[in-house]
């Protein structure tokens, strides 16, 4: 039918087909924008669980997990700690505390990773956006928070356990845990 407007071999049928034609390009392009244009969550759209081993802890909020053999960067959800290994900037207050917390409590462990499809599967550096939960179900990334290794951090969405790591963080800054004690990080 396309081929027949084109080419304009049916004069007298143009009127019906020119609508027809139209529709039929409509319904075509959205059809394939719809195949060729990924979804925000990078086709993220159900919550994942896998377990893994952790490999290495770049820093506190950042590790490396070895799953079904392949090692993936994971940047936590919802927990922002100071930098220790960003070389545009000086370690910050507190970032090593968190950083050796984190090397102390993970390396070497087998860890549960949650995804959340709120947030996407990877961010824009390539990193996998996940929970991580120790052996014995604690969410790691609410235990920084608590114990005062970093703050609660939204980006852009909000997230599945974004309340629990508000009131973490707000228990933290109440019983002056860890970068909230007194004298920690003044500057």
């Known amino acids: 039918m396309l081929f027949l407007c084109k080419q304009g071999k049916i004069k007298h049928m143009r009127k019906r087909l020119l609508p027809l034609c139209f529709l039929f390009g409509i319904l075509y392009g959205a059809f394939f924008y719809e195949k060729t244009v990924p979804f925000p969550s990078q086709g993220e759209t159900e919550q994942k669980i896998q377990r893994g081993n952790v490999v290495r802890v770049v820093d506190g909020d950042t590790l490396v997990v070895r799953i079904d053999g392949d090692e993936e960067k994971i ?11 960003d070389p545009r900037k000086t370690v910050e207050c507190f970032g090593k505390e968190a950083s050796d917390e984190a090397k102390r409590i993970l390396t070497g462990k087998s860890v549960r990773i949650e995804t959340d499809p709120s947030q996407g599967l990877y961010d824009k550096y390539g990193r996998m956006l996940a929970y ?3 052996s014995d179900g604690t969410n790691f990334n609410r235990r920084m928070i608590e114990n005062g290794y970093g703050y609660e951090y939204t980006y852009r969405l909000p997230y599945k356990y974004q309340k629990e790591f508000k009131q973490a963080e707000k ?6 845990k860890g970068l909230w004690a007194d004298g920690v990080c003044e500057n």
């Open 171 to 176: 228990y933290a800054r109440e019983n002056k």
């Open 132 to 134: 991580v939960f120790l």
């Open 75 to 85: 940047r936590l959800i919802g927990l922002d700690t100071t930098e220790v290994v």
